[in-house]
Structures are given as C-alpha cells and as structure tokens.
Nanobody, 121 residues
Framework: QVQLVESGGGLVQPGGSLRLSCAGS????????MSWYRQAPGKERELVAG????????NYADSVKGRFTISRDNAENTVSLQMNSLKPEDTAVYYC??????????????WGQGTQVTVSS
C-alpha cells in the first residue's frame, strides 16, 4: 500500500519556525522527485519547494526563498521542509508530493493528505 504521510504542522506565531516531515512507503522513494505544495483557502495549490531524487538540486517559490529549506533522507524515506521566519501569508495546508519522469510521462505520482500550518498571533 502506497503511503505518503505528512507531520509537523501546527499553530505558530509570526517569525516562528516549523519543520514539516513526510514519510513515504510502498514505493521506490529514492528514485522519485519530492515536492512540497501548499493551498490556502480560496487559492490554487502552489509549488513551494522541490528536490531531485538524490537531493542534488532544489528549487523554491520566490515567496519562500531564504526562509524555507527542503531536504531528503533517502535512507529513511523522508523529505522535510524547514520553515523559518514564518509569515501569516504562509498559512495553508501543506502537501507532500512525489513523482517520476521518464522523459515523456509522469509516473508513480502520489499525494499526501496534507498538514495544516497556521501562522497567527
């Protein structure tokens, strides 16, 4: 059974930090790209950060550059998102996503169920 389970969300004050984690099972974790997306109420889901299968390349949305860091531990089948200097506009449900790419098509693409992050005083 394929599973992608997020954890670490919660309520934090502006300027605070949270670390999100995503644990994968039931698939070849180390062969897939991992990403974090988020979706705020009334808005479209957006890419926050991505990391290649071996962790050699990362990318970030402009809105989080310098504040968020994505990392992965393939030995543990986990991907993390360290979020610092949080702002109210970071409030959203955060989703873990993985996918493969064979040059033509996506494959083995899975979504987690999401974890709520609320930044408020």
């Amino acid at each position: 059974q394929v599973q992608l389970v997020e954890s670490g969300g919660g309520l934090v004050q502006p300027g605070g930090s949270l670390r999100l984690s995503c644990a994968g099972s039931g698939f070849s974790f180390s062969s897939l790209r991992m990403s974090w997306y988020r979706q705020a109420p009334g808005k479209e889901r957006e890419l926050v950060a991505g990391i290649t299968s071996a962790g050699g390349t990362t990318n970030y949305a402009d809105s989080v550059k310098g504040r968020f860091t994505i990392s992965r531990d393939n030995a543990e089948n986990t991907v993390s998102l360290q979020m610092n200097s949080l702002k109210p506009e970071d409030t959203a449900v955060y989703y873990c996503y993985c996918n493969g790419w064979d040059g033509r098509r996506l494959y083995s693409n899975y979504w987690g169920q999401g974890t709520q992050v609320t930044v408020s005083s």
